[in-house]
């Protein structure tokens, strides 16, 4: 669980401080959208690291920019926006020359769906790590070790000197836990991409 101090006490603080040219105030607002935002590019441009540059300098053009926004919510919006149009052209870049991906060159009008569900897919993901981190510590590690690191039980088992019985056990009390944390919807989401995955 995040022990840091809050520094801002509410999102009109924090961006009256961004406004002003606080560097704490642009770093926070850094941690907070670069993840979600690697994530989204990503799976634009299937390049983590492209991606990772182009969230880079978007993020850096937030600073540049840090007297026009209005509100948290117009950053926000400014992120994805700015983020999907150099994914744009970062795909329009790499594909003059790939005729078989020719028809990944959609106009924007026909992207916004898709960009739309990416954006709240990648929102969906996001609050699921937050709960997984907010899980008993050796409950949280197994189900890290178990989906994110793609561990088999027995690995587990023998990487924490326990029985393969307490992983399973674990693994069942995690999810036990997300269910009565998450939104019905996003537990759903949850369930399905495990066990689509055989993971569950």
Do not use: H
């Amino acid at each position: 669980m995040n022990t840091e101090p809050l520094l801002y006490q509410n999102e009109d603080d924090l961006l009256l401080q961004l406004n002003s040219g606080d560097q704490n105030a642009f770093s926070q607002i850094f941690k907070q959208f670069y993840q979600p935002l690697c994530f989204f590019c990503n799976r634009l441009i299937t390049d983590s690291a492209t991606a990772e540059e182009i969230v880079q300098d978007i993020l850096i053009k937030v600073w540049d920019k840090k007297e026009d926004f209005s509100s948290l919510s117009s950053i926000k919006a400014f992120l994805y926006i700015s983020t999907r149009n150099a994914s744009m052209n970062f795909i329009d870049k790499q594909q003059r020359q790939q005729r078989r991906e020719r028809e990944l060159l959609y106009s924007i009008d026909e992207l916004e769906e898709p960009i739309i569900q990416d954006i709240i897919y990648t929102e969906v993901l996001n609050e699921i790590r937050t709960e997984i981190n907010n899980l008993p510590e050796q409950c949280g590690k197994i189900i890290k070790m178990l989906y994110e690191e793609e561990m088999k039980p027995q690995e587990i088992a023998e990487e924490l000197n326990i029985k393969v019985s307490t992983v399973y056990n674990q693994k069942m009390r995690g999810i036990a836990i997300l269910k009565t944390r998450l939104a019905g919807a996003t537990f759903e989401i949850l369930m399905i991409y495990l066990v689509f995955n055989g993971k569950y």
